[in-house]
């Protein structure tokens, strides 16, 4: 198992009757997890990992977790979706991917209606130009809902991403930073 936090980059072993990761996160019945084996590796420090017997990671502190295998539902849990393209911001890091929703749900829908506290992210590429993390590829990313800052819909055709979209009825809005209410350049109405 891989884990994001703000920090760290946790890798280690659980002993659990689960097979999905997003079930180990979502079902946890103690705040926290327990690996085992366990390597740190600070985020954008280039020092060799730090290694552990066991370490205890609080649920609330993982930003995402990583699976590099997809894992299908158990025979007779499967549930029709519909796929939907997502962006996720979850400071320091983005995340693009698949979500999977209810047939009569939209992502609007769902993101009002949160039932699970990680919610997977399937064919994902994460990184953080910040950390200098570059792109890396997963099957699927367990993102911790209560960590994420924006979840939007993603168009892969549109080259700015979720930035720069406005809503065909938008109306420009005065900055307030400009002095004597003076419209910023390109809003005016001539």
């Given at each position: 198992?891989?884990?994001?936090?703000?920090?760290?980059?946790?890798?280690?072993?659980?002993?659990?009757?689960?097979?999905?990761?997003?079930?180990?996160?979502?079902?946890?019945?103690?705040?926290?997890?327990?690996?085992?084996?366990?390597?740190?590796?600070?985020?954008?420090?280039?020092?060799?990992?730090?290694?552990?017997?066991?370490?205890?990671?609080?649920?609330?502190?993982?930003?995402?977790?990583?699976?590099?295998?997809?894992?299908?539902?158990?025979?007779?849990?499967?549930?029709?979706?519909?796929?939907?393209?997502?962006?996720?911001?979850?400071?320091?890091?983005?995340?693009?991917g698949?979500v999977?929703?209810?047939?009569?749900?939209?992502?609007?829908?769902?993101?009002?209606?949160?039932?699970?506290?990680?919610?997977?992210?399937?064919d994902?590429?994460?990184?953080?130009?910040?950390?200098?993390?570059?792109?890396?590829?997963?099957?699927?990313?367990?993102?911790?809902?209560?960590?994420?800052?924006?979840?939007?819909?993603?168009?892969?055709?549109?080259?700015?991403?979720?930035?720069?979209?406005a809503?065909?009825?938008?109306?420009?809005?005065?900055?307030?930073?400009?002095?004597?209410?003076?419209?910023?350049?390109?809003?005016?109405?001539?």
């Amino acid at each position: 198992m891989t884990l994001y936090t703000e920090q760290y980059v946790v890798r280690g072993a659980i002993e659990t009757h689960e097979h999905r990761v997003t079930d180990i996160l979502n079902e946890a019945d103690q705040p926290f997890l327990v690996l085992e084996a366990v390597s740190l590796e600070e985020l954008g420090s280039g020092d060799a990992p730090t290694r552990a017997e066991f370490a205890q990671i609080t649920l609330g502190s993982i930003l995402f977790a990583v699976s590099l295998q997809a894992v299908e539902p158990a025979r007779g849990l499967r549930t029709l979706k519909v796929a939907a393209r997502a962006f996720v911001s979850i400071p320091p890091f983005r995340v693009i991917g698949t979500v999977h929703l209810l047939p009569e749900r939209t992502l609007r829908d769902s993101l009002a209606d949160p039932r699970t506290p990680f919610i997977p992210v399937t064919d994902a590429v994460f990184w953080s130009d910040r950390l200098q993390h570059g792109r890396q590829h997963a099957a699927m990313v367990a993102v911790n809902q209560a960590r994420a800052q924006i979840l939007a819909p993603y168009d892969e055709d549109d080259p700015a991403g979720v930035a720069g979209r406005a809503a065909p009825s938008a109306v420009p809005t005065r900055l307030p930073s400009v002095p004597g209410g003076a419209e910023p350049p390109g809003t005016g109405s001539g």
